[in-house]
C-alpha cells in the first residue's frame, strides 16, 4: 500500500506491503511481524499502531471471523519505505489502516 502526493497537496510518501493471514487459536490476537528494510522507529511504530486500531476497529464492527477463519491475524510486514523529507509518522499510520482495509475487502471478494 502506497500513500503518495496528489498535485497541490502537502508532500507525504509512506509505502508498505503486509501479509495478513488467520492466526489460528485465541481470541482477537494480533500478531505482528517485522521483516522489513530498517525503518525509522517512530515509522515502524506508527505501522505497528495503524495496524492495531484498524484491526481493533473491524473486529468492534464485524468482528475479525467474519473475514479469517481464524480468532486472530498474523500481520508481516514485509517491505516499507520511506523519503527523508516527505515521510511522517501519521503517513504511515494512514496506510497502516489503509492495508487492513484493502486486505479485508479483497479477502471478502475471495
Do not use: C, K, W
Not at 497537496?9 to 503486509?18: D, G, S
Amino acid at each position: 500500500m502506497r500513500l503518495s502526493p496528489s498535485t497541490g497537496a502537502q508532500p507525504v510518501y509512506a509505502e508498505i506491503v503486509v501479509d495478513i493471514e488467520p492466526l489460528e487459536g485465541g481470541t482477537n490476537e494480533f500478531e505482528f511481524v517485522s521483516l522489513a528494510h530498517p525503518l525509522r522507529a517512530e515509522f515502524a511504530a506508527a505501522v505497528e499502531s495503524g495496524l492495531r486500531d484498524e484491526l481493533n476497529s473491524q473486529v468492534a464492527t464485524r468482528g475479525l471471523s467474519s473475514v479469517f477463519e481464524g480468532a486472530g491475524v498474523r500481520v508481516t510486514l514485509t517491505t516499507a519505505r520511506s523519503h527523508d523529507v516527505d515521510s511522517s509518522v501519521s503517513a504511515f499510520l494512514t496506510v497502516a489502516r489503509l492495508a487492513v482495509r484493502a486486505a479485508i475487502e479483497r479477502r471478502r471478494r475471495s
